[in-house]
T-cell receptor, first 112, second 113 residues
Framework: DQQVKQNSPSLSVQEGRISILNCDYTNSMFDYFLWYKKYPAEGPTFLISISSIKDKNEDGRFTVFLNKSAKHLSLHIVPSQPGDSAVYFC???????????FGEGTQLTVNP | AAGVIQSPRHLIKEKRETATLKCYPI?????VYWYQQGPGQDPQFLISFYEKMQSDKGSIPDRFSAQQFSDYHSELNMSSLELGDSALYFC????????????FGQGTRLTVV
């Protein structure tokens, strides 16, 4: 039972353009959502998060949007850079700070 | 800034052997989580500790046990290892404050042969 789903296993964009990574969830108890970036053989690195009381959070080139009614969130990266190439995991937790449930990940490739 | 430290980084064990993975959280973080990531899979939650007490339990096999010590470091003990236990094992820590992110270590790659 995959409670957090990232339906796109891969995404390829040109340098300087926008990257949009999507994530859907089914558990209505989730109230905190995070995006992590992961390189091979390394641990996930925290990027940005959003609480369910907000619909947008921005940090530099990264913006996360949350649509609670659709149980959908997205990560926008503008402008995309080749160094952004990595696997991006969407994660969610219930009860603010409990275990994280991860999506399957999306491999982002930013081409120079 | 200090990060989450995991040791060892790599471990090779034979079937039916025992392995111990260690995790040293970020200073002043009181919550530790363990995750298992199999090849091509997303990280799966195993177990967590808050203030040295088990706080949550996920899909952790009965052959595995874990604890958090008085200095907040944690150890994951894995016995009767099976080939299917080969995976990346990540530890993460957080401050335990609501709506704060968990920070992950570099992981331990366990290979069971």
């Amino acid at each position: 039972d995959q409670q957090v789903k990232q339906n796109s296993p891969s995404l390829s964009v040109q340098e300087g353009r926008i990257s949009i990574l999507n994530c859907d969830y089914t558990n209505s108890m989730f109230d905190y959502f995070l995006w992590y970036k992961k390189y091979p053989a390394e641990g996930p690195t925290f990027l940005i998060s959003i609480s369910s009381i907000k619909d947008k959070n921005e940090d530099g080139r990264f913006t996360v949007f949350l649509n609670k009614s659709a149980k959908h969130l997205s990560l926008h990266i503008v402008p995309s850079q080749p160094g952004d190439s990595a696997v991006y995991f969407c994660a969610a937790s219930a009860d603010s700070g409990s275990r994280l449930t991860f999506g399957e990940g999306t491999q982002l490739t930013v081409n120079p | 800034a200090a990060g989450v430290i995991q040791s060892p980084r790599h471990l090779i064990k034979e079937k039916r052997e025992t392995a111990t993975l260690k995790c040293y959280p970020i200073p002043r973080h009181d919550t530790v989580y363990w995750y298992q990531q199999g090849p091509g899979q997303d990280p799966q939650f195993l177990i967590s500790f808050y203030e040295k007490m088990q706080s949550d339990k996920g899909s952790i096999p009965d052959r595995f046990s874990a604890q958090q010590f008085s200095d907040y470091h944690s150890e994951l003990n894995m016995s009767s290892l099976e080939l299917g236990d080969s995976a990346l094992y990540f530890c993460a820590s957080s401050s335990g404050t609501p709506n704060t992110e968990a920070f992950f270590g570099q992981g331990t790659r366990l290979t069971v042969v």
